[in-house]
């Protein structure tokens, strides 16, 4: 569905095999098929006409129909469901082999409910300024194994118990050590020449406290920009461990362990326009 003066629910309301009529091929298994050859390395290939089919396809059955106010737009939002989550919408192309990139500027959003909460966002913000965290120093800090027995336990849990720590789950799964991240400070350094008013936290100066202090101050409202060029922990199958890896020391006295996790991030106090 795209939002509008009038609202206009573009909806496929069938289920599964049926979710665009008995006369039409399964939308997921071509939106699978579609992904895969995307990443073939013969996409490319003048040889490789799938993808294309697929594209238009796929560009027809979901856009070829909508109305003329929405046509007429300049801008897409789109929330797409499950099935077509990954599917880059972009790249779908309409029987002239015109992209839809190339028509519109397009955006996603998890749900109407979140872009209700952004588009209603109130900022005292007046000028750019950035917060930026790299050239992280990782040094190798101790942890407690956690058994193959309780990691197995944790993860049917989908949950992390307290008397757990994030980081002992994360040594005892193989995430012990860090390297340095070739390139971060020199990143941010380069990033920071646009912004007069900035931030930037290197070395062992990256680290969780100095972001939590600035958030517990208030501070962090103040900035529009967050940039973290650093490691990150992505753990589909346990999402509370997913984690942004700041600077990391046995040596530090603040009590953190250098994994901001989701849990950690959700309590921040923090107005950004871009992280």
């Not at 969780?208 to 650093?230: C, G, I, P, R, W």
């Not at 040596?251 to 950004?272: C, F, R």
Request: proline share 4%; net charge negative.
């Amino acid at each position: 569905y795209i939002m509008e003066d009038t609202i206009y629910y573009h909806s496929l309301t069938l289920k599964d095999t049926l979710i665009l009529g008995k006369d039409f091929e399964d939308l997921g298994i071509m939106a699978k098929i579609y992904l895969q050859e995307l990443k073939n390395p013969s996409y490319r290939s003048s040889k490789n006409n799938r993808a294309k089919v697929l594209s238009e396809k796929l560009y027809n059955y979901m856009l070829l129909d909508l109305p003329t106010s929405v046509i007429n737009k300049e801008h897409f939002i789109i929330a797409p469901d499950p099935i077509l989550m990954n599917v880059p919408f972009e790249a779908l192309m309409d029987k002239d082999g015109t992209y839809l990139v190339e028509k519109y500027d397009i955006s996603y959003i998890p749900s109407v409910t979140v872009l209700t909460i952004l588009q209603d966002r109130s900022y005292n913000n007046k000028e750019d300024r950035l917060l930026a965290f790299g050239g992280a120093e990782y040094e190798t800090t101790t942890a407690t194994q956690v058994s193959t027995d309780e990691l197995d336990e944790i993860y049917n849990l989908r949950s992390v118990p307290e008397q757990y720590s994030v980081k002992d789950i994360y040594s005892s799964i193989g995430y012990s050590s860090w390297n340095e991240l070739s390139g971060s400070q020199e990143e941010i350094d380069e990033i920071g020449k646009y912004f007069p008013d900035k931030l930037l936290f290197t070395g062992s100066d990256a680290n969780e406290a100095k972001l939590k202090h600035l958030s517990t101050s208030m501070d962090l409202l103040n900035y529009n920009y967050l940039h973290f060029a650093t490691h990150g922990l992505a753990e589909p199958d346990l999402p509370e461990l997913s984690a942004i890896v700041l600077a990391q020391n046995d040596k530090d006295d603040s009590q953190e362990d250098g994994y901001l996790t989701v849990s950690e991030i959700s309590k921040l106090n923090l107005k950004a326009d871009l992280v």
